[in-house]
Structure formats: structure tokens, C-alpha cells
């Protein structure tokens, strides 16, 4: 029973180690080419979500990759997490928690440098 739970945790843990490496490194490709820097845990250019949708996505995505991105990060030298960009935002439309931005915002673990 013992060694049952331990390759079930071992799983669990290649599965989310596997997932975070995905999702960082494909957002990076992506943002490369937009110029960037870091990546994001949901797709920015999808239309379909609202924004703030998005953003509350890509936050629930900080939670819960955290760990694996500290070790990333700190470790191995890996890639920052971005800010959800903010577009055509009025002082109106935002939630008191991001200042609207043509580019982009910061973030509260890293702040993204606009591209040159």
C-alpha cells in the first residue's frame, strides 16, 4: 500500500512539473515573438474571455505554479512570470487593483519591462 502512494505522488508530481514547463515555455515562445518578456499561464490573445476573466486566470495560475516557478526561477535560471497586459482601459473600467497601461503592468512577483 505504502509504495502504491508513493508512485501515486511521484505522478502527481511529474504531472504538474510537466504542466508548468508546458505552459511557461509555450507562453514564451509566443511572447518572444509579441516582444514580451516572460510569459503568461493563460493565452492573452484570446478574444472570447474577458479580460478580466483572463487575468483572474493567469492569478490562479501564479498560486498555483508558484512552487514550481520559484524553483525555475531561482534554480535553473528559468523565465519570469508577465503581467496581464491592459488594453484601452478608462480609470473607470479598472478593479482598483491594476493601473491602466497601454503596454503593460506590473506584477507582484516580477515586473515587466516594456519592449524597446
Known amino acids: 500500500m505504502r509504495r502504491r502512494s508513493i508512485r501515486v505522488l511521484i505522478i502527481c508530481i511529474t504531472i504538474y512539473v510537466a504542466l508548468y514547463f508546458v505552459l511557461s515555455r509555450l507562453s514564451l515562445r509566443i511572447n518572444a515573438k509579441m516582444g514580451v518578456q516572460g510569459f503568461f499561464y493563460v493565452p492573452v490573445s ?62 507582484p512577483i516580477t515586473a515587466v519591462k516594456e519592449p524597446q
Open 46 to 107: 484570446a478574444t472570447d474571455m474577458q479580460l478580466a476573466t483572463l487575468q483572474r486566470l493567469h492569478e490562479v495560475g501564479n498560486i498555483v505554479f508558484y512552487p514550481a516557478w520559484l524553483v525555475d526561477y531561482k534554480i535553473l535560471g528559468g523565465p519570469v512570470v508577465s503581467a496581464i497586459p491592459l488594453f484601452n482601459l478608462d480609470n473607470s473600467n479598472t478593479n482598483g487593483l491594476a493601473t491602466p497601461s497601454i503596454k503593460c503592468c506590473t506584477h
